[in-house]
Structure formats: C-alpha cells, structure tokens
C-alpha cells in the first residue's frame, strides 16, 4: 500500500461512490431510530388501526394505508435524514469527508440514494402489510404506482429536510423545528382535509404535502381513475421539491462555525 | 537532514504566497508566504489561535482565502480542488468520523475515497503495523484518545500522499507513541512524501522538523531550519530576557511571541 512511491492519480469516482454508498448503508442500518421510522412506525399504525376497527373513522383501508405509507416517509425523511445530517455537520463528519478527493455532489447523492432506497422497501413492506391486513388485491400496476409515489414522497419530504438543514445552523434548532414542521403538515394534511376547519383549510390542505400525498395513494390504492385533484396533487409536490431543494443546496454549510 | 531534494524543474510540493484567511471580516492569517520541497518537514509553530489551523483548511479547501495563491504540486487548490486534494492526506486537529460504523468500515471507507481498493483482510493486515488489529470491530469513539490519534493518521496516509498535513498530531500521545508516530513521519518522509505539522512542542520541532515557520496573530514571524532560527535570534533582547542560559528554540519562540497567554 505505500511502497509504490507518491501517488500523484486522481481516485476513481466509481469506488468513491461505491464506498460512500456502503457507508451510509451500515450506517442507516445500524441507527435504529432510522430503522423504525421508516419501517415499524407505519406498521404499527396499519395493524394498530385493524385491531381497533378504525376503518370507519379514519375513512377506508386505502386511506390507512396511505397514511401509514406517508408517515414512514415524512418522519423519515425530516427526523432521519435531516437531523443525522445536521448532527453529522456539527461534529465535523463532513469536513473530514469534504477534504477527500470525492466531489461534494457525491456524499451528498449517496446520502439521499440510500435514504430513498429504504424509503421504497419500507413502502413496498407496508402495501404488502396494508393489503393483507385489510383484504385488499392490488395489480402489479398499483403496487409500481404506489411505488413511484413513494418516490415522489421521500423526494417531498427530503427536500423540506434538507431546506431546514439548509436555512438553519444549530442542531438543536434543526430538531426543533423538525418537530413542530412534523406535526403541523400532519394537522393541516389530516385535519384539514377532513373540512372540519372550513372549506379554505380544506383547499390548503389538499395542496399540502402530507394532504397532496395522500390524495395520490389513496387514488393508486382505489385504483380510481386520474382526476384534475391528483394533477394538482402531483404539481404541489413537484413544486415542493423543486423550490426547498433549491433553497436546501443553495444555502447549506458543511461547517457548524 | 535532507531538503531541497527536488528534481530540476518540478515544482514545490507546497507554495502558499500572500495568504489571507478572514472570518467574518476579521484577518486571523495576513500575508503569510513559505514553501515546502519534496521529501521535506516543516513545522508551523505559534500560540493558540495563532492561526495554524486556519492556514491548513485554506490549503485543505475547506475555507477560502480571501487572498493569495496556493498550490500544491503546481496545481491551484481553488482551481483544481479535487486533483488537490488527491495529493494531500490529512490529520485535522480534531477528528470525527460516522460513530455507526467501526474503525473497519471506516477504514474502508476511505480507502475507496481515495482510490485505493482494501479487502478486509487487507484492513487488518495494515492496521496491525499502526497497533489497532485487535480494535477493528470498534467505534471510533470508543478508541482512547491515542488510539483516535494513530487512526486518524492512518487514514491521513492510506494513499500515500505527496504531502501530509498533520494538525498537532502528537496532542495527548504518551512518549512512547510520540516517539512512534515521530518515527512513521520520518519513514513517509523517506519514501518521499513531505510533511506540514503544527506543534506545540519545542523538542518536537527541533526532533522531527527540517524547517520551522513561527507565526502570531496571523502573521509569520521567522522561518529557517531550528538551529538557524536559534543564532538568527539569540542577541535579539527580547529572548535574552526569557532565556535561562543558552537560548533554546523555545526562548526563541517565546521572545518573538511574548509571554501573556492566550485565549
Ligand atoms: N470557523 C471560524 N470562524 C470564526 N473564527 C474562527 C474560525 N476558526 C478559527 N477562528 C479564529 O481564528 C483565529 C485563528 O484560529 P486557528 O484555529 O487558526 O488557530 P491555531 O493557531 O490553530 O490555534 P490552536 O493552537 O489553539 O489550535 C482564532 O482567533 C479563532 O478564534
Ligand atoms: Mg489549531
């Protein structure tokens, strides 16, 4: 290994890559809270709502399990990513990884890849759950589509993560405000959807994350025809990802000073 | 002690000129030019918050100057920053890395940053010869603090770079693993490799170091190989005044530096 003389030659980005992407793999897999936002907690919601037969007051098994799916995701991604990112800053991780030769992009991609991909398994897990708990037969084409608005999720709820880390310096700050963020997108999504706020929350509502996400699983789990409601559904959360993400690389530090 | 062993027509291994670091608007490094030559160890002295630390992240990228020109190999560090940090290994004065994984996925990890392909055997075989073989499935926080210290140069060195940056490396080592770590510095130097340290060790300074830079509030005071610094200083009053006896390069240093301390 350091025999050969200097070594003068740029890395390959390739292994770079691979490294990186193994690293955040074991690293997720070894953080437990990870590991049960994304997976146990939409589980538990999914059983938890069979047991009490809360199918009538929550509206339908396709609007559990939509929930269920959407809340794997939205803690996942603004609890998980965001404050393992944030705390990672802070004890200067990313410093020792941003003076190696791997571009920026690159620890920053590996990242979110291999947040996405548990993302998609958690999802794949809990439709399967959700559908034998609940006696439903979906087509190879709803579970892909559910699939997909899993991506589209993850992407919404990682963007808003990563405009928090962005905008905002101090870890405590960050956990903070992820919190109330959580809840209040949960309240306004579920609450507001339902009209019990008035016909206004109600519009607000369906073109709020959490509303817009369910909107589109509930439909891909009905297997309900394409409406204007999910086009506006699917433009509220292309715009989501596109203005934080913007506003989350634009602005982020990679030092805590 | 060899220095200036360059070949005709390649460049320093190191040539910073003019640097200016500020935070904030406040100047914490003003104007600061050296060079290092291949096969060379230098060593930046200087109080705490002297602006040691500041000087190494301009080279190492991570901030940027708000004047002057680096490069390293002849490459600019803003223009080429990946090629630049391909050739650099190195040590931060305090080191973190991801506390999920162990000191064997780490060392992985950033073998394949900087191209080099280890298998796990591999990992072990090499971090026998720096004593941690028995602590590969541990978490770095759960290294001694010495441990944490001969990990990190590990990986500063797992490439074999042209030059290594060692930010106070041998902070809280016993003698014995000081005395090791001098040894390795010399073995990388050998093999070619040049070496920037920061120290606040006066007999380190003068064991391991061809040439010693003494630098406050941001500004380089004096540069030479130790023994020059000694005799271009030793009628200067301000070190006759603390030296008891012959002066030392720590009269030296504390005469140029003063002796209030610092926060
Ligand atoms: N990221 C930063 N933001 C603002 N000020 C900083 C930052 N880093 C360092 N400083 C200030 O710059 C000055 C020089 O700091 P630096 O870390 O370079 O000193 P040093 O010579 O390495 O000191 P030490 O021996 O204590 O490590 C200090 O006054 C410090 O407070
Ligand atoms: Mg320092």
């Known amino acids: ?25 074991l690293v997720l897999l070894n953080s437990k809270t990870s590991l049960f ?19 009538s007051r929550l509206g339908g098994s396709s609007l559990v399990i939509g929930l269920a799916l959407t809340l794997g995701l939205l803690t996942s991604g603004l609890f998980g990513y965001t404050l393992a990112l944030a705390h990672d800053r802070d004890v200067g991780v990313l410093q020792r990884l941003r003076i190696t030769p791997a571009p920026t992009w690159m620890i920053m991609t590996s990242r979110v890849l291999v947040q996405v991909a548990t993302n998609l398994l958690a999802s794949v897990i809990v439709v399967i759950v959700g559908a034998i708990a609940y006696g439903l037969t979906l087509s190879p084409g709803q579970y892909l589509l559910a699939i997909a608005v899993s991506l589209l999720g993850a992407a919404v709820f990682l963007s808003i993560g990563q405009a928090v880390v962005g905008l905002v310096q101090s870890t405590s700050a960050i956990n903070a405000i992820s919190r109330v963020l959580m809840i209040l997108l949960l309240l306004l999504g579920l609450l507001g959807g339902t009209g019990i706020l008035g016909d206004t929350m109600k519009t607000i509502a369906a073109w709020s994350p959490v509303g817009a996400l369910m909107t589109l699983f509930a439909d891909t789990l009905n297997a309900s025809s394409w409406s204007g409601q999910d086009t506006n559904a699917l433009l509220a959360c292309i715009g989501y990802v596109t203005v934080c993400a913007t506003i989350g690389v634009r602005w982020f530090r990679w030092n805590s000073r | 002690m060899t220095s200036e062993v ?31 030559q291949r096969g060379e160890i230098f060593g ?67 073998a394949g940053l ?141 005469g140029l530096t003063g002796s209030e301390i610092r926060d």
């Open chain 2, 44 to 110: 930046l002295l200087g109080p705490n918050g002297a602006g040691k630390t500041s000087t190494l992240s301009a080279i190492e990228g991570l901030v940027r100057p708000a004047w002057g020109d680096l490069l390293v190999d002849g490459l600019d560090v803003e223009q080429q920053p990946l090629a630049v940090k391909a050739l650099l290994g190195v040590q931060l004065q305090s080191s973190s890395f991801q506390a999920e994984l162990s000191i064997q996925e780490i060392a992985r990890l950033y």
């Open chain 1, 37 to 55: 936002l994304s997976i146990l907690l939409p589980i538990v919601i999914l059983v938890a709502n069979t047991v009490g037969k809360g199918q």
């Open chain 2, 114 to 254: 900087y191209g080099v392909k280890l298998s796990k055997d591999q990992v072990r075989d090499s971090m026998r010869t720096v004593g941690l073989a028995d602590e590969l499935g541990k978490k770095f926080k759960q290294l001694s603090g010495g441990q944490q210290q001969r990990l990190a140069l590990f990986i500063a060195t797992i490439h074999n770079p042209l030059l290594l940056l060692l930010d106070e490396p041998t902070a809280g080592l016993d003698p014995q693993s000081r005395r090791g770590l001098w040894r390795r510095i010399e073995e990388l130097r050998s093999e070619g490799n040049s070496i920037l340290l920061t120290t606040h060790s006066m007999e380190e300074a003068q064991a391991v170091c061809d040439r010693v830079a003494i630098i406050d509030h941001g500004i380089l005071l004096t540069e030479g190989r130790p023994s020059e610094l000694i005799n271009k200083h030793k009628d200067d009053p301000r070190v006759l005044s603390v030296a008891h006896g012959a002066p030392t390069l720590e009269d030296v240093f504390i």
């Open chain 1, 1 to 25: 290994m350091t025999n050969t003389g200097v070594n003068t030659t740029r890395p390959p980005l390739g292994l770079a890559l691979r490294s990186l992407l193994r690293s955040d793999f």
């Open chain 2, 6 to 36: 360059n070949e005709p027509g390649s460049p320093p291994v190191l040539e910073v000129s003019q640097l200016r670091v500020a935070y904030d608007g406040r100047t914490v490094v003003d104007g600061v030019s050296f060079r290092i």
